[in-house]
């Protein structure tokens, strides 16, 4: 089979290399071009252009699609069988979507039609869905809206995050899409009054508002870990959230219940478990208490 890849993230890194195994010829991949990033500001290539250089396949990475005439024609050239897109970043214009001759399958982290968008992953467990799953979706002009081809879906757990069932959902995406290219499946049209929305998180997203209930606070910190991360203050001083438990106690929201770092929550308690202060590594409570006293009554998020 003839195939272009399209995607950027770690998420989409297992797919090219299973249809690169499964020997597929792979045309071209498509990525987001190398940025600046981190403290120094170093250009780097995103995660599917450094696996597409390691197995020598050519990369393409157009800034824009929609306006770009040559990207559209250099595209139409390839004369592929089928596209493959993973997390790629840039919305495909209707050329291309139709230049393939079985069109362009995506590769989405969720049960479409729930959690349509940039974050399913995150959303689902912030929501407290008791499963997610992937969904390989023939693609068209709407934003995930295209009917599904093939799904499997994986529990959530009080214990999972992001992190983890990243992971997971990856490898079960490599997998279902190796299927979908080697046998089409028949489309299902997805339900539209089930449909919900994912969209991109910022940073702000993971501020801690302690008046929320103990167990929604523990999904947005399992949900958000690595990005965008939770966080509070303490004496005006930024301190990461990495993990927690639901705990028992009781109080003011965000005051600090006794010397195990427990904080009152707007219904119940937490315990954060594992903290991180600016610049520095992250520690386990114990370790931070032992540099850094907090009194019971001492208010977070002031």
């Known amino acids: 089979m003839r195939i272009a890849f399209m995607g950027s993230?770690?998420?989409?890194?297992?797919?090219?290399q299973a249809l690169h195994r499964a020997g597929h010829t792979i045309a071209a991949v498509y990525c987001q071009p190398a940025r600046p990033a981190g403290r120094g500001q170093a250009i780097r290539r995103c995660p599917v252009n450094v696996a597409a250089d390691a197995l020598g396949l050519?990369?393409?990475s157009p800034v824009r699609l929609r306006t770009d005439l040559q990207a559209q024609s250099d595209f139409a050239a390839l004369d592929l069988d089928v596209v493959v897109v993973a997390a790629y970043g840039l919305i495909l214009p209707q050329a291309m979507l139709d230049a393939p001759q079985r069109g362009c399958l995506n590769i989405h982290a969720s049960l479409l039609p729930r959690w349509r968008g940039a974050a399913p992953i995150?959303?689902?467990?912030?929501?407290?869905?008791?499963?997610?799953?992937?969904?390989?979706?023939?693609?068209?002009?709407?934003?995930?809206?295209?009917?599904?081809l093939l799904r499997e879906s994986v529990p959530i757990t009080p214990e999972t995050t992001t992190a983890l069932l990243h992971d997971t959902l990856a490898a079960i995406g490599a997998k279902l899409i190796l299927a979908a290219v080697a046998s089409p499946s028949a489309p299902v049209p997805q339900v539209e009054a089930d449909a919900t929305y994912a969209p991109k998180l910022s940073r702000e997203d993971g501020r801690?508002?302690?008046?929320?209930?103990?167990?929604?606070i523990d999904r947005q910190i399992r949900a958000f870990d690595p990005w965008p991360g939770t966080f509070t203050t303490l004496a005006g001083i930024t301190l990461k959230i990495l993990a927690a438990k639901l705990a028992d106690g009781a109080g003011a929201p965000g005051t600090v219940l006794g010397p195990n770092l427990t904080v009152a929550c707007g219904l119940d308690a937490i315990?954060?478990?594992?903290?991180?202060?600016?610049?520095?590594g992250a520690l386990d409570a114990d370790a931070f208490l032992r540099g850094h006293a907090v009194q019971a009554g001492t208010i977070l998020g002031q």
């Open 9 to 16: 993230p770690h998420f989409a890194v297992p797919a090219l």
């Open 208 to 216: 801690i508002d302690w008046t929320r209930p103990a167990e929604v």
């Open 122 to 148: 995150q959303a689902s467990i912030y929501a407290g869905d008791a499963e997610t799953g992937i969904t390989i979706m023939q693609m068209e002009a709407g934003l995930d809206t295209g009917p599904m």
């Open 58 to 60: 050519p990369v393409r």
């Open 271 to 280: 315990r954060l478990t594992r903290i991180q202060l600016p610049g520095r």
